[in-house]
């Protein structure tokens, strides 16, 4: 298990790789990106904005995978984070598919573990997706009165 110290320098790194701007690019893609269907999602990554799907997913995988090893204390990094939480928000409704679609059963199985393992992890991740979309939706209403 790391110290605190560590923790909070790699909780550090970790933000400082957020900052990079093909990254950053990728995570506003990821806020307003709204799969309804396993097909939506699908051709969305085989799309031109694919490539930020996957840095953004791989990048909180990873994070999740240094978590669950011991390398970051879980507790620090749920306080510092919650991106992780939205990601994984927009993905799991499709994960079954995806799996098997993509002929890996275990893609993003850190992510999840670490999302769904926390106490209140099954409630964080339902409340994020319905408030994500709310706000998406408010957002698509204004946009629509602005039009008229």
């Not at 110290?3 to 701007?21: C, F, G, M, Q, V």
């Not at 051709?43 to 011991?70: C, D, H, K, Q």
């Not at 499709?94 to 670490?114: C, T």
Request: net charge neutral.
């Amino acid at each position: 298990m790391s110290t605190p110290a560590e923790s909070a320098n790699l909780i550090l790194k970790l933000y400082e790789l957020r900052r990079e701007d093909t990254l950053r690019k990728a995570r506003d893609f990821m806020v307003f990106f709204d799969p309804k269907t396993t097909e939506e999602m699908m051709e969305a990554f085989g799309g031109p904005n694919g490539v930020y799907i996957r840095m953004v997913t791989s990048y909180w995988e990873m994070a999740a995978a240094l978590v669950l090893n011991g390398a970051i204390d879980p507790k620090m990094f749920s306080e510092a984070n919650g991106e992780h939480i939205l990601v994984f928000s927009k993905i799991e409704p499709f994960l079954p598919q995806l799996r098997e679609m993509m002929g890996s059963p275990k893609m993003l199985s850190s992510l999840e573990e670490l999302c769904l393992g926390m106490p209140d992890g099954r409630t964080r991740v339902d409340q994020t997706r319905e408030r994500i979309r709310a706000m998406l939706a408010r957002r698509g209403a204004a946009a629509g009165s602005q039009k008229s």
